[in-house]
């Protein structure tokens, strides 16, 4: 049996450049790959040179998105981008951004989901919510059954 994975939604809001995108992100990746996410960051903020730089770039984006991206419902000019590091890679720049400050919040969202009600009758979390896979996404061969939950915010706009 596979063990299940862990995914978030993260949705851009409408005052953003990308209202109504929706993106599932795998949210329970290993710390080492945490950390590898953490030290290429910062290798691009102290390089010296430009195409180191953007050589790391690069890396990171196209490895953030495949191991993390689960699915979206992106496209471009009416075709869909496939939801993989080498798609991510195709979308601007700000986006990538906002999409990776979203999933490291998500990730350093530690909430204990509670087996049952609370002392007070409540419970911590929403239940996950059932979805369809969707078409919108071809290629992805990272679609699992995974618990999932979305994320407390959504990505709102920096002028907000």
């Given at each position: 049996?596979?063990?299940?994975?862990?995914?978030?939604?993260?949705?851009?809001?409408?005052?953003?450049?990308?209202?109504?995108?929706?993106?599932?992100?795998?949210?329970?990746?290993?710390?080492?790959?945490?950390?590898?996410?953490?030290?290429?960051?910062?290798?691009?903020?102290?390089?010296?040179?430009?195409?180191?730089?953007?050589?790391?770039?690069?890396?990171?984006?196209?490895?953030?998105?495949?191991?993390?991206?689960?699915?979206?419902?992106?496209?471009?000019?009416?075709?869909?981008?496939?939801?993989?590091?080498?798609?991510?890679?195709?979308?601007?720049?700000?986006f990538g951004t906002q999409l990776m400050a979203a999933w490291s919040?998500?990730?350093?969202?530690?909430?204990?989901?509670?087996?049952?009600?609370?002392?007070?009758?409540?419970?911590?979390?929403?239940?996950?919510?059932?979805?369809?896979?969707?078409?919108?996404?071809?290629?992805?061969?990272?679609?699992?059954?995974s618990p999932r939950r979305s994320v407390k915010s959504t990505v709102?706009?920096?002028?907000?």
């Amino acid at each position: 049996m596979e063990f299940p994975r862990e995914t978030a939604v993260i949705k851009f809001a409408e005052d953003t450049p990308w209202p109504g995108i929706e993106v599932e992100v795998f949210v329970d990746t290993p710390i080492a790959f945490f950390m590898w996410v953490r030290d290429t960051a910062l290798k691009v903020q102290v390089a010296e040179d430009a195409g180191d730089s953007l050589e790391n770039v690069r890396d990171l984006y196209v490895r953030f998105g495949n191991e993390v991206l689960k699915e979206w419902n992106i496209d471009r000019g009416g075709e869909p981008v496939l939801c993989t590091g080498e798609g991510l890679v195709l979308l601007s720049l700000k986006f990538g951004t906002q999409l990776m400050a979203a999933w490291s919040k998500a990730v350093s969202d530690v909430s204990d989901p509670l087996d049952g009600p609370s002392a007070n009758g409540s419970s911590s979390e929403e239940p996950p919510t059932p979805r369809a896979p969707s078409s919108r996404s071809p290629g992805n061969s990272k679609r699992r059954n995974s618990p999932r939950r979305s994320v407390k915010s959504t990505v709102a706009s920096p002028h907000s």
